[in-house]
């Protein structure tokens, strides 16, 4: 575990980038080092920050104006809001079951029970109603748990999200790029399932070398050719959509955006074989893709059971496939939810075993086996914590002092702020920084080296990355500028 934690695949740059910010919930800063590009503007909109951070309406102006680096951790389906699927449904002749307010395939009915989804936009009320259904919006928990709500949402309004991956990047760049971020990581199934397809022809095999042999052999680099002619007219489409090279290209033009191979880790293990192998070739066959994730629910009975034998799998691949970028979800867990058993590993494995690079959400951390130690291994080997404040919030429950933001900021662990899912969640980042300052007394030097971590840990080649640090300094300085004015 030693030697693999020195291998980390980090540039000179992120070394030395993340200096640790306190909260301003305490009458004194836990850790008081400058900020990157600290100057006297900076302190001096430090100074304006400490007194607007309790006028709402200053504070958000001054949060979307500000810079702020990439969002690290983002489903692309999950980051589209409903009414751009309920457009997209009715232009695609799709059904609407009114029961279950759930999408379907034609033929449709005239009897009321499933009407053509272009029928939703003339009917106000039932417009609503879907999108209540298919995000967190108007959620009431006294009905339906946020859990449950959230990750039943993706399957109502799933099939117009199908042939739509250029569409939904058009949408989420522009979103971006309003919110003043500059880098995407999206996670994404980018070969639609082939892989989990060869995995079940060719079964399932505790020999997991014969397993990748066998999966090789049958053709898996030919399916992953196609994804990437796929995902080549994709970002086509986005491109078109956005006008990019042209005079009126939309902002979102300038968002770079990589992709992260995600695994939906609640199928049978010869699936989840096939599709973590998947992830790993594919980050060598194309530079857009810059490593991968684990998905779906952490708390579902085969992401519980299999945890271990998941993290097996990826310690041998990882063998394989050194260079391959890992940030796993770990800790989205919440007390009561899964067995205490369930709460007191799954981050430290995924770090040891999983060779995680990042942690997306970590909101068990204090529940973890010797928590102490794992937060001290997370901050000297710098494992980030992709911090998602509504997505916690809505789906777990978890909020204000309960959230382990603090405690990972007073470990001097490096976190970065990240939506999970805007689209469902009803959110943005803009938001999710106003939920850091409000619910979190995040102060603005943490908020600052919150956004530069985003772009520091980022899994972008050294060229990109340099590039975006580049431009998010200047940017920043320029912001500082602007917001340094008593007038402002």
């Given at each position: 575990m030693a030697s693999s934690l020195r291998a980390r695949r980090r540039s000179p740059l992120s070394v030395a980038l993340f200096l640790t910010a306190g909260c301003a919930t305490r009458s004194t800063p836990v850790f008081t080092a400058p900020t990157p590009n600290a100057s006297t503007n900076s302190a001096a909109v430090a100074r304006r920050f400490d007194n607007l951070r309790h006028d709402p309406a200053r504070l958000l102006l001054?949060?979307?104006?500000?810079?702020?680096?990439?969002?690290?951790?983002?489903?692309?389906?999950?980051?589209?809001?409903?009414?751009?699927?309920?457009?997209?449904?009715?232009?695609?002749?799709?059904?609407?079951?009114?029961?279950?307010?759930t999408l379907a395939p034609p033929p449709c009915s005239t009897d009321g029970s499933r009407p053509l989804a272009s029928s939703i936009a003339t009917n106000a009320t039932r417009y609503g109603d879907v999108i209540d259904a298919w995000s967190l919006r108007n959620w009431n928990a006294a009905r339906h748990n946020g859990h449950d709500q959230f990750f039943e949402s993706f399957g109502k309004f799933g099939l117009a999200a199908r042939g739509r991956t250029g569409d939904m990047l058009a949408e989420v760049s522009a979103q971006a790029a309003a919110d003043k971020v500059s880098y995407l990581e999206l996670m994404q199934t980018l070969d639609g399932g082939a892989s989990a397809s060869l995995g079940r022809q060719l079964g399932y095999s505790d020999d997991f070398g014969r397993m990748r042999d066998r999966i090789?052999?049958?053709?898996?680099?030919?399916?992953?050719?196609?994804?990437?002619?796929?995902?080549?007219?994709?970002?086509?489409?986005?491109?078109?959509?956005?006008?990019?090279?042209?005079?009126?290209?939309?902002?979102?033009?300038?968002?770079?955006?990589?992709?992260?191979?995600?695994?939906?880790?609640?199928?049978?293990?010869e699936e989840v074989f096939a599709r973590i192998l998947a992830g790993f070739e594919m980050t060598r066959l194309d530079s857009r893709v810059v490593g991968f994730n684990l998905v779906e629910?952490?708390?579902?009975?085969?992401?519980?059971?299999?945890?271990?034998?998941?993290?097996?799998?990826?310690?041998?691949?990882?063998?394989?496939?050194?260079?391959?970028?890992?940030?796993?979800?770990?800790?989205?867990?919440?007390?009561?939810?899964?067995?205490?058993?369930?709460?007191?590993?799954?981050?430290?494995?995924?770090?040891?075993?999983?060779?995680?690079?990042?942690?997306?959400?970590?909101?068990?951390?204090?529940?973890?086996?010797?928590?102490?130690?794992?937060?001290?291994?997370?901050?000297?080997?710098?494992?980030?914590v992709e911090i998602a404040l509504s997505s916690n919030d809505g789906i777990l429950g978890v909020r204000g002092d309960r959230h382990p933001l603090a405690t990972y900021l007073r470990y001097g662990v490096p976190v970065a702020l990240a939506t999970d899912d805007e689209g469902v969640s009803r959110s943005n980042m803009t938001h999710e920084y106003q939920r850091a300052v409000e619910e979190q007394g995040v102060d603005y030097a943490t908020l600052k080296m919150m956004a530069h971590n985003s772009l520091a840990f980022a899994f972008a080649d050294a060229t990109d990355k340099a590039r975006l640090l580049r431009e998010f300094d200047a940017a920043i300085a320029q912001f500082e500028a602007r917001w340094a004015t008593p007038a402002r």
């Open positions: 001054f949060l979307r104006d500000m810079p702020k680096g990439g969002d690290l951790h983002s489903h692309l389906a999950g980051a589209v809001y409903a009414e751009s699927f309920i457009r997209w449904a009715g232009e695609d002749g799709l059904c609407i079951i009114t029961e279950t307010l090789l052999a049958a053709g898996l680099k030919d399916s992953l050719a196609r994804a990437r002619t796929t995902l080549d007219a994709d970002e086509a489409r986005r491109r078109a959509l956005l006008r990019c090279g042209t005079a009126t290209a939309d902002a979102g033009c300038a968002v770079t955006i990589r992709y992260l191979y995600q695994v939906l880790r609640g199928r049978s293990r629910p952490e708390d579902d009975p085969v992401p519980m059971r299999d945890f271990s034998l998941h993290m097996a799998m990826i310690d041998f691949l990882h063998r394989l496939y050194p260079d391959v970028h890992i940030t796993l979800h770990a800790g989205e867990l919440a007390e009561g939810q899964v067995p205490p058993d369930g709460l007191r590993f799954h981050i430290r494995k995924s770090i040891e075993t999983g060779h995680a690079e990042r942690i997306g959400h970590g909101v068990a951390v204090l529940y973890e086996d010797d928590a102490d130690g794992l937060l001290r291994l997370m901050a000297s080997h710098r494992i980030l």
